[in-house]
């Protein structure tokens, strides 16, 4: 099989990677003869790429492999069953065109992650989860079955709820092969709009009390925050909901945002644009009347582009702390980033609750947090690696942008599931990252 080489890069990290590349099409036609795409014996590892979304290079290959690009193409299916409340959907549709799809017959998802430009079978190797995964868990749950294709002998098979390989592939990044198609359990559609409210905190204190009541009554529900030497700010946006016919959209023209945040991305523009933002969002007071929107929060999508104001990488991070440690992890995160006068634009706090099903899934029950800083900070990331792991608090793979000192905790099949990634040929940067650092664990 011939290959074509092309730039990747990741969602934290604008300066691609040159890889040897081959774009799989699906063409919704799962009886085609995918052992054209069978990778020959000289090629020491793949991966598989979605939309390429993730924050880290989970979905790029090593120098020595080759990325296999899911292609959407206008043949790609989608086809919905109203009697089971189910749709079978190929993996590179994404999520933008299938929630578009389901609500016109009435439906929609029951999870769904922060950018609408994440395809399905993205979705499902990384278990996402959204705004409402204080009730709804992760994305992985509503999964009933599941189309692979192993690239090492050719051949593709189902896989069901039972079937080991069916937990390790979702949440799993690939190791089981590339998917083709993905069954999902749908509900029937709550409203033709959701209802937005706004709640300010000033303190992390507040914020954390604040979410965890809010989140007993609300559909979707995420705060953002800030840290930088100054006060500490905050926002809590809660939707649920309505019959109402939407009146505002979130979404912020793609060609406007792109240029504007590149443009302040410029190293001299930089930290004084995001202290500015920063003011804008958090000290604004909060609205007083509720916004009806035209859909679920989709905030990696509402702005596009706003990777680009840190210049060419940021790091983000995400983990999960108990609920009786919130303040406290908080304050300690605070002291660290004013320690090195780091700064930050969209840090973020959610609520999970209930067990995911995945051998490699993300998170169970407690207060998810999430963290940006520059990807110079080097020592603040070691600092912070060091905090993590000194307190056991579970890191999502997906976002795990750099090297750090150790494999994250909170994964104990962590050795199984390199095991299977090195069985099947599977390797990505990101991988063999974790592979180096689990040594010292």
């Not at 079978?88 to 009435?106: H, M």
């Not at 009933?144 to 189902?158: A, W």
């Not at 016919?245 to 004084?272: A, Q």
């Amino acid at each position: 099989m011939a290959f074509t080489k092309k730039n990747f890069s990741s969602f934290g990290a604008v300066n691609p990677l040159r890889r040897d590349f081959i774009t799989l099409d699906i063409e919704g036609n799962l009886n085609k003869p995918f052992s054209q795409y069978k990778i020959n014996s000289k090629t020491k590892n793949y991966i598989g790429m979605g939309a390429g979304q993730s924050y880290g290079p989970i979905s790029i290959s090593k120098p020595n492999g080759v990325t296999i690009k899911m292609h959407r193409s206008a043949s790609s299916k989608i086809t919905l069953d109203k009697n089971k409340s189910t749709v079978l959907v190929d993996s590179d549709v994404n999520i933008r065109t299938l929630n578009n799809y389901l609500i016109a017959n009435g439906y929609c998802l029951s999870v769904m992650p922060g950018s609408d430009k994440a395809t399905v079978g993205g979705c499902v190797a990384a278990d996402v989860h959204g705004k409402n995964c204080h009730i709804n868990g992760s994305f992985g749950d509503y999964v009933i079955s599941i189309y692979i294709f192993d690239p090492t002998l050719g051949k593709s098979f189902l896989v069901e709820k039972g079937d080991n390989t069916f937990y390790w592939t979702i949440g799993g990044f690939g190791v089981t092969g590339l998917i083709l198609c993905v069954r999902l359990k749908i509900i029937m559609l709550p409203g033709n709009s959701m209802v937005l409210n706004e709640i300010r905190c000033l303190s992390p204190e507040s914020l954390i009390k604040s979410l965890v009541k809010e989140s007993e009554n609300s559909d979707d529900i995420g705060a953002w925050f800030c840290i930088d030497n100054t006060k500490f700010k905050s926002k809590i946006y809660i939707a649920n909901w309505s019959h109402k016919n939407p009146k505002t959209s979130l979404k912020i023209p793609d060609i406007f945002s792109r240029f504007i945040f590149t443009f302040l991305g410029l190293y001299l523009w930089r930290r004084f644009m995001i202290k500015f933002l920063n003011c804008y969002i958090y000290l604004s007071k909060e609205s007083q009347h509720p916004r009806e929107i035209n859909s679920v929060m989709f905030p990696l999508s509402t702005i596009t582009g706003w990777n680009k104001i840190y210049g060419s990488s940021f790091v983000e991070r995400q983990f999960l702390v108990p609920f009786n440690y919130g303040t406290e992890t908080m304050k300690g995160i605070i002291n660290i980033y004013r320690k090195y006068k780091a700064i930050s634009l969209f840090c973020s706090i959610k609520i999970f609750r209930g067990k995911r099903i995945g051998f490699m899934s993300f998170a169970n029950e407690g207060i998810c947090l999430s963290i940006q800083y520059e990807s110079h900070l080097k020592e603040l990331d070691n600092e912070l690696t060091i905090f993590l792991l000194k307190q056991g608090f579970p890191e999502y793979i997906a976002k795990i942008q750099q090297t750090s000192t150790s494999f994250p905790t909170g994964y104990k099949r962590y050795k199984t599931w390199f095991n299977i990634a090195k069985k099947n040929k599977v390797d990505s940067i990101l991988m063999s990252w974790l592979k180096m650092n689990a040594k010292n664990r």
